[in-house]
């Protein structure tokens, strides 16, 4: 299958939205908000899926706490369900919200605590929220903010960007070796009162 002159895999990927996990609000629910890493991996990884499945002519995916499943591994999946006719830029707005829900346990119009958030992971879910549709960032702008890939050369192409996704996200399979030791975050998600 190829789609937009790339394939590999990656453009649709059927272990993205018909895995088994357990839905996001019951996760929260149970164990609290997302934080930290987690947090930043999940971003990542739900926007990542939600390149491919854009890349792929797939939109309207109404995500919701409910439909967005947490694997037994820690992955982020998209649960199988009605689609609308709604444009990938609503697509990208319910992906903010559902991030807001993930890392405070309400949803942004339910009264959440956006100060809650990293000041730059504040900016990329307030331009995903933006009234007017054409000004919010694409699914693909998303995993390029989200990897620290937005300085002048630094941008890659979309199979780069979504292999190295890819591999941040990828969960650590026990071999009974130790995992190599995960890249410095980027500058833009280091706290500025915490060490770099």
Do not use: K
């Not at 903010?96 to 959440?112: E, Q």
């Not at 620290?148 to 979309?158: A, W």
């Not at 890819?166 to 995960?182: K, L, N």
């Amino acid at each position: 299958m190829d789609f937009q002159a790339w394939s590999g895999g990656l453009a649709l990927r059927p272990r993205d939205y018909l895995g088994t996990g357990e839905p996001l609000a019951a996760v929260v629910r149970t164990t609290g908000p997302l934080t930290g890493e987690r947090l930043h991996l999940f971003a990542l990884g739900t926007a990542a899926t939600l390149a491919r499945l854009h890349l792929g002519g797939i939109a309207g995916l109404r995500l919701s706490p409910a439909n967005v499943l947490i694997s037994p591994q820690g992955q982020a999946l998209f649960a199988p369900g009605p689609r609308d006719c709604l444009f990938p830029a609503h697509d990208v707005g319910d992906w903010a919200d559902v991030v807001v829900f993930a890392a405070t346990g309400m949803m942004p119009d339910a009264g959440a605590d956006l100060d809650r958030l990293l000041p730059q992971l504040r900016a990329v879910i307030d331009a995903c929220r933006r009234p007017d549709l054409g000004a919010r960032p694409t699914a693909v702008d998303l995993v390029r903010i989200l990897l620290g890939r937005t300085g002048p050369g630094r941008g890659g192409s979309v199979h780069e960007l979504l292999m190295e996704a890819e591999r941040r996200t990828a969960p650590y399979e026990q071999d009974g070796h130790e995992p190599p030791s995960p890249p410095p975050p980027p500058l833009w998600r280091r706290h500025p009162y915490g060490p770099g």
